[in-house]
């Protein structure tokens, strides 16, 4: 049984912080590539960053200089970790990996909201 939860959303400032965290069960973490995708409300969702199983990363070019993914496969651990946030990011964010030829697992996914 593949297991992705999401933690760490919640309501921040703009211009403020925020890491996001996934832990995921169920699949051979170390060798699959984990990622983040985000969805607005009336929106598509969308892709927000990825990392592979050897460390490479990449981002949307909206959050690029402010995101940063990363991973911790003693733990089975995904991050992200969010600064200088915009309202345009709030979205509710969740964990994916691959499940097979552009198929993905999702997590239940985690609410950021960035306002004064």
């Known amino acids: 049984q593949v297991q992705l939860v999401e933690s760490g959303g919640g309501l921040v400032q703009p211009g403020g912080s925020l890491r996001l965290s996934c832990v995921a069960s169920?699949?051979?973490?170390?060798?699959?590539?984990m990622g983040w995708y985000r969805q607005t409300p009336g929106k598509q969702r969308e892709f927000v960053a990825r990392?592979?199983?050897?460390?490479?990363?990449n981002y949307a070019d909206s959050v690029k200089g402010r995101f940063t993914i990363s991973r911790d496969n003693a733990k089975k651990m995904v991050y992200l970790q969010m600064s200088s946030l915009k309202p345009e990011d709030t979205a509710v964010y969740y964990c994916?990996?691959?499940?097979?030829?552009?198929?993905?697992?999702w997590g239940q996914g985690t609410q950021v909201t960035v306002s004064s």
């Open positions: 169920g699949i051979f973490f170390n060798i699959v590539d």
């Open positions: 990392v592979t199983s050897s460390g490479n990363t």
């Open positions: 994916v990996s691959p499940r097979g030829f552009q198929s993905n697992y």
